[in-house]
């Protein structure tokens, strides 16, 4: 392998933070296996996943004065192999990391494998390499629900399929805090009745909140037939969705998440 210049600690640690991330970061033990497996001293295996990782690469670093470790350990750990039941979780790490590495000149390809590539210097024109859409979002202030469920296709651009897992999520959601589980307009006219609800977004105490309840439930309605629904049924190919339309959508979605954080389950069941 070419000799690559070490990384400062700064790009090194965020690299590590996101490789041992708490929810969909490596496993202590996959740890263990990838640094036996980089040949890399496993210096502090005690402490908190991504500094035992910092800590290893680091020391590797120091002694050999090469950045060749980290790129040695990211293609191992990004080995597609490894990610064909979890391909969200490959992308989401090979993205967050494309934002770090792209600071010093490297990206990773679709095939898990680090490759040079110009260098960037400015944090928007790194979030902007790796999805644009996404940071758009980030701009209007977006609910975090919509990033809960279709992270991985918003990185990707991909706005027909982060269009239909958004719609999902706020589905899920709705079941998830009043204890229904069917979907679509059922769901929505037995949670959001005004005479018996089961959640609400306000005390439905005046006509006006009764009609505000009766209104969001609409919108949820409307979403599931004019865009949920279409999504599911239709290719690709046949219902193209422009970015415009997709931020708008998403814009939709993150209203509708906002009242429900308000939402208050009424009638238990």
Same mark, same amino acid.
């Given at each position: 392998?070419?000799?690559?210049?070490?990384?400062?600690?700064?790009?090194?640690?965020?690299?590590?933070? &996101?490789?041992?991330?708490?929810?969909?970061?490596?496993?202590?033990?996959?740890?263990?296996?990838?640094?036996?497996?980089?040949?890399?001293?496993?210096?502090?295996?005690?402490? /908190?996943?991504? *500094?035992? #990782?910092?800590?290893? #690469?680091?020391?590797?670093?120091? *002694?050999?004065?090469?950045?060749? !470790?980290?790129?040695?350990?990211?293609?191992?750990?990004?080995?597609?192999? =490894?990610?064909?039941?979890?391909?969200?979780?490959?992308?989401?790490?090979?993205?967050?990391?494309?934002?770090?590495?792209?600071?010093? =000149?490297? #990206?990773?390809?679709?095939?898990? *494998?680090?490759?040079?590539?110009?260098?960037?210097?400015?944090?928007?024109?790194?979030?902007?390499?790796? +999805?644009?859409?996404?940071?758009?979002?980030? +701009?209007?202030?977006?609910?975090?629900?919509?990033?809960?469920?279709?992270?991985?296709?918003? #990185?990707?651009?991909?706005?027909? !399929?982060?269009?239909?897992?958004?719609?999902?999520?706020?589905?899920?959601?709705?079941?998830?805090?009043? =204890? &229904?589980?069917?979907?679509?307009?059922?769901? &929505?006219?037995?949670?959001?009745?005004?005479?018996?609800?089961?959640?609400?977004?306000?005390?439905?105490? /005046?006509?006006?909140?009764?009609?505000?309840? *009766?209104?969001?439930?609409?919108?949820?309605?409307?979403?599931?037939?004019?865009?949920?629904?279409?999504?599911?049924?239709?290719?690709?190919?046949?219902?193209?969705?422009?970015?415009?339309?997709?931020?708008?959508?998403?814009?939709?979605?993150?209203?509708?998440?906002?009242?429900?954080?308000?939402?208050?389950?009424?009638?238990?069941?």
């Amino acid at each position: 392998m070419e000799r690559i210049q070490p990384f400062d600690a700064q790009k090194l640690e965020a690299a590590c933070r &996101i490789l041992a991330d708490t929810a969909r970061g490596l496993t202590g033990s996959e740890i263990e296996y990838l640094l036996k497996d980089c040949k890399l001293t496993d210096v502090s295996p005690g402490v /908190t996943k991504w *500094k035992r #990782l910092f800590n290893a #690469l680091a020391e590797a670093q120091n *002694k050999y004065q090469v950045g060749n !470790h980290l790129v040695m350990f990211i293609n191992r750990a990004l080995n597609p192999v =490894g990610y064909a039941r979890d391909r969200d979780k490959f992308e989401w790490r090979r993205n967050e990391l494309n934002i770090v590495l792209s600071f010093s =000149g490297f #990206l990773i390809r679709e095939d898990g *494998k680090v490759i040079y590539t110009e260098k960037e210097t400015t944090l928007k024109g790194a979030i902007a390499r790796v +999805g644009a859409l996404k940071e758009k979002l980030e +701009g209007r202030k977006s609910h975090p629900e919509i990033y809960k469920y279709c992270n991985a296709e918003l #990185l990707a651009e991909n706005y027909f !399929h982060a269009v239909f897992e958004a719609i999902k999520g706020v589905f899920n959601r709705i079941r998830e805090l009043s =204890g &229904i589980a069917s979907d679509g307009a059922e769901l &929505i006219n037995r949670v959001f009745s005004t005479k018996d609800p089961v959640l609400a977004i306000n005390s439905l105490a /005046t006509e006006t909140e009764q009609s505000e309840q *009766k209104g969001f439930s609409n919108i949820l309605i409307g979403i599931f037939g004019a865009i949920r629904n279409p999504v599911a049924h239709s290719a690709k190919i046949s219902w193209p969705i422009s970015e415009q339309d997709a931020l708008d959508i998403f814009s939709m979605v993150s209203f509708v998440h906002r009242k429900l954080d308000i939402a208050v389950k009424i009638n238990p069941l």
